[in-house]
């Protein structure tokens, strides 16, 4: 999520997907990847976890 200020780093990448992604290039789409890796790991898991809570 870094840099914080003025506004988290991925939040203004997806604010600039959200608005249609003009202009991004290969680096940025990484970017997007390499930084939002780690909230797609933690859904996951918190899915796994729920999904097993659930079948007992």
Not at 3 to 9: A, I, R
Not at 23 to 41: A, E, N, R, T, Y
Not at 43 to 55: E, M, P, S, W, Y
């Amino acid at each position: 999520m870094a840099p914080f200020f003025p506004e988290p780093h991925l939040l203004g990448k997806l604010k600039w997907i959200a608005g249609g992604a003009v202009g991004m290039k290969g680096q940025d789409w990484f970017d997007v990847l390499l930084h939002g890796l780690p909230f797609i790991f933690l859904a996951r898991l918190l899915f796994l976890k729920i999904a097993t809570l659930l079948k007992k």
